[in-house]
């Protein structure tokens, strides 16, 4: 049963356009929630975090909004750049602190 | 750079074999992670140790092992291999693992293919 879910295994978006990348989680008791970036042939790469005690995370072009009481997160990447082609992996811990549970992953195209 | 280190990078091997995957954790990095990563599927929790002891188990075999050391670098054994099990390996290390906000950090993986 997974925790975590992705449910697009895809997106495509325009060079300067905005992305958003959805995530939903089942467990009540996660309380941390991570976003992580993979190239292929690379290992994953922490991009922002945010906790649940706040309801929105930015780090220059990138804003993590979580809603608790929909069990849903999203990563918004203003603007886009082809850069950002990458899979993206959304991650929860619950407050014990024990290992990630991810999800598996969007990919994400930007076309210039 | 994450600062997390794995070697070998690649290996390929037979079916019914044993490997060794071996792996650094950033320095200062008490926890260590493995992850799989299999076609088609996400990352998998293997296994966690924390300063040389077993802190948590996901979905690892039992054909599968793991330890970690005194000086903190850790191996995963992998026996009596299957096809299935051509993947790629993580490690991943954090500074500590007591509560949550907790950022695990990846290393470049270990490909493992079995033929």
């Known amino acids: 049963d997974q925790q975590v879910k992705q449910n697009s295994p895809s997106l495509s978006v325009q060079e300067g356009r905005i992305s958003i990348l959805n995530c939903d989680y089942t467990?009540?008791?996660?309380?941390?929630f991570l976003w992580y970036k993979k190239y292929p042939a690379e290992g994953p790469t922490f991009l922002i975090s945010?906790?649940?005690?706040?309801d929105k995370n930015e780090d220059g072009r990138f804003t993590v909004f979580l809603n608790k009481s929909a069990k849903h997160l999203s990563l918004h990447i203003v603007p886009s750049q082809p850069g950002d082609s990458a899979v993206y992996f959304c991650?929860?811990?619950?407050?014990?602190?024990?290992?990630?549970?991810f999800g598996k992953g969007t990919t994400l195209s930007v076309s210039s | 750079d994450s600062g997390v280190t794995q070697t070998p990078k690649h290996l390929i091997t037979a079916t019914g074999q044993r490997v060794t995957l071996r792996c650094s954790p950033r320095?200062?990095?008490?926890?260590v992670y493995w992850y799989q990563q299999s076609l088609d599927q996400g990352l998998q929790f293997l296994i966690q140790?924390?300063?040389?002891?077993?802190?948590a188990k996901g979905n690892i075999l039992e054909r599968f092992s793991a330890q970690q050391f005194p000086d903190l670098h850790s191996e995963l054994n992998l026996s009596s291999l299957e096809l299935g099990d051509s993947a790629l390996y993580f490690c991943?290390?954090?500074?500590?693992?007591?509560?949550?906000?907790?950022?695990?950090?990846f290393g470049e993986g270990s490909w493992l293919t079995v033929v």
């Open positions: 991650a929860a811990q619950n407050e014990a602190g024990t290992a990630l549970i």
């Open positions: 320095s200062g990095d008490l926890s």
């Open positions: 140790y924390y300063n040389g002891e077993e802190r």
């Open positions: 467990n009540s008791m996660f309380d941390y």
């Open positions: 945010i906790s649940s005690i706040k």
């Open positions: 991943a290390s954090s500074a500590t693992v007591q509560g949550s906000g907790n950022t695990i950090y």
